[in-house]
């Protein structure tokens, strides 16, 4: 394969802007965050308001239903989805300084840097805790075992009900490092990775100038590997025996940070390679892509079929999976050159996504209380979980129609930006 790093200069800004009328537009990753938040509500959606694969094979079911099942338990590895979003962020976070590092460089403003993704962040999150509050304290009423992990029919581990303390450690993403998550909304867990790579990011743009996107990349994943091994034979708070927030259980759980960075710099090497600095034929990301398919669908059979109402919530060698998955198919999109026809057929699959793209932030922070009150509700009058997915539907519209507000009120104006590609122009 050959994939070598691009000289600097003229020559590399030359070549460019010579191939940049091939490129996709980057509109396109509007596309695949929207794909991958969904998916993760998904995710949520079915293991909230629709009875769990243990229970319902438990009483043997027909053989329709029994396919269901298998359907809606593909839908269960939402960290897939989130490892796709660590993906795209890198990217698009390296998306400019990556063009520039290939023409002229100018020195990166962390001012504006901080100031841009403040402005990106908070707005929405503070929504969401708006959401949270409101939609945690009607939920209790309703199922108040729900949120106290005491019910018999689905808990959420743990109690959840929103302090003042993981308020604070929510705004400072800290959540499930220095303290809980805020209330009920649990995946706020990777909002604090996101930020965290973010602060990293300097570390990675000075890798990245000064011995090149490969190298960068490849110390990162020799790091992350590393790190991943240590977890993989015990170095976790569970393994040792230690409290999750004692200060030997921050420092061990700040390992998942180091074993899922690479994710995170693959986006940023996917973006360097879209802006020249590092060459890899277009052939080379097709086989990439279908290779990353065939590993993303592989995997995901394997887990259904070995057991459909399996969870995947540790450190283990699928993240490694889903990381590669992805990163062939995203290469593809973002960094591949294409003739007209395929720009075409893309245009065609894509654009349809891209305002669910647009408001993917919106829709990731305010999905779990969401459907966490819908899932309340219906336990306050029922003893299981719906067998039938009509509870799932509604409350997926019910997400998405309050996420498009959220989008509307509490995103657009603040980002100025409708899609990815006009904010990384």
Not at 331 to 357: I, K, S, T, Y
Not at 381 to 403: F, K
């Amino acid at each position: 394969m050959a994939v070598k790093a691009a000289p600097l200069g003229s020559a590399a800004s030359e070549a460019h802007a010579a191939s940049a009328a091939q490129v996709l537009p980057t509109e396109y990753v509007d596309g695949v965050r929207g794909i991958a938040a969904t998916y993760v509500m998904l995710n949520h959606a079915r293991f909230l308001l629709f009875i769990s694969a243990a229970t319902a094979l438990a009483t043997q079911p027909s053989a329709s239903f029994r396919a269901l099942l298998y359907v809606l338990s593909t839908t269960r590895y939402g960290v897939a989805g989130v490892m796709c979003f660590f993906i795209v962020s890198g990217y698009a976070i390296h998306y400019r300084q990556a063009n520039k590092l290939a023409t002229t460089w100018q020195k990166m403003s962390w001012r504006d840097y901080a100031w841009h993704r403040a402005r990106r962040l908070y707005p929405p999150l503070l929504a969401a805790i708006v959401i949270i509050l409101v939609a945690d304290t009607l939920g209790a009423h309703f199922y108040p075992g729900l949120y106290q992990g005491t019910s018999p029919v689905l808990a959420l581990g743990g109690d959840h009900t929103p302090t003042v303390g993981s308020l604070l450690g929510t705004l400072t993403f800290t959540q499930g490092f220095l303290t809980k998550v805020f209330g009920s909304d649990d995946p706020l867990w990777s909002l604090a990775y996101e930020a965290f790579f973010y602060l990293l990011y300097p570390i990675v743009l000075g890798l990245d100038q000064r011995i090149g996107p490969v190298k960068t990349m490849g110390i990162i994943l020799a790091l992350g590997l590393s790190v991943a091994a240590l977890i993989g034979v015990g170095i976790t708070p569970a393994g040792l025996g230690v409290s999750l927030y004692s200060p030997l259980g921050i420092a061990t759980h700040a390992l998942n940070l180091l074993a899922l960075w690479p994710a995170w710099v693959a986006g940023v090497f996917i973006a360097d390679a879209r802006a020249g600095r590092v060459q890899i034929p277009t052939r080379w990301w097709s086989i990439a892509a279908v290779v990353g398919f065939g590993l993303l669908i592989s995997s995901g059979l394997f887990l259904v079929l070995k057991n459909p109402n399996v969870q995947i919530n540790d450190i283990n060698i699928f993240y490694l999976v889903w990381v590669v998955g992805f990163v062939g198919p995203i290469g593809w999109l973002c960094a591949a050159r294409h003739p007209q026809r395929m720009h075409d057929l893309v245009g065609v699959v894509f654009r349809p996504l891209r305002r669910l793209g647009a408001m993917s932030y919106s829709l990731y922070v305010i999905h779990f209380p969401i459907l966490a009150l819908v899932c309340a509700w219906w336990l306050s009058t029922h003893d299981q979980l719906p067998r039938a997915p009509w509870l799932m539907l509604v409350g997926i519209a019910l997400v998405l129609a309050i996420a498009f507000g959220v989008y509307t009120v509490a995103e657009r104006p603040f980002t100025g930006k409708r899609t990815f590609a006009k904010k990384a122009a």
